[in-house]
């Protein structure tokens, strides 16, 4: 679908996932759409589009850009590093309580706030495990900045992305960019972030948490 106009946006209804692209031609026409090929308009008639003003995510995606991955899989900002254990107690009741892979939550903290609890990303998610303020509302978090709340309501909805998900990888995509991105791609998205994400969150998963004892073995 495209829309051309100006002063649209509020009129267009975000009821699904996915993302809202605001482009416009060299004569400051405006072109909106969801229909994107390799950041460009989709469609033989919209290729004069070619500046790309603004991009919009739906409510459920959590789509945005880390700045502590760090520059292995090991490392941690040193905001984050001194609280790298601090916060397995909850992770593991958390994950036991909803039937989630602690171990799995871990690596997803880990590649999401680096353990600072304080993190807050540029479109506005928030804490340990970067809670979109509609995710958190979502799944009951009254206050996406205290810990136990926060990695609470992240183990609801991994149980419930692995739930809808077979795959895994597609369940820790969707975390990222939203469950409906992924079933509108019928896997990982195509978007570089969350390709980057997953493949950090599973090598993570793999390679520092998965036979991790203090995790393994309250199971």
Known sequence: MAILGVGLLSLFPMANAGNMYVFKDSKGQVLLTNVVNNGRPAGD???????????TYY???????????????????????????????LIVASALRHGVDPALMKAMMHTESGFNPNARSPVGAQ???????????????????????????????IKYLTNRFSNLQHAVAGYNAGEGNVSKYGGIPP???????????MS????????DPNLQARR
């Open 191 to 201: 978007f570089r972030e969350t390709r980057d994400y997953v493949q950090r969150v």
């Open 45 to 55: 008639n919209f290729q004069k589009f070619t500046q790309t003003v603004k991009v």
């Open 59 to 89: 409510p459920d995606t959590n789509v945005h850009s880390y700045s502590n991955w760090g520059s292995n899989e090991a490392a941690v900002p040193a905001s984050g590093s001194k609280n790298k254990n601090a916060y397995d107690s």
């Open 127 to 157: 804490g340990l495990m970067q809670l979109m303020p509609a995710t958190a509302r979502r799944f009951g978090v009254t206050n996406a900045w205290d810990p136990a709340q926060n990695i609470e309501g992240a183990a609801k909805y």
């Open 204 to 211: 993570r998963y793999n390679n520092l948490y998965r036979n």
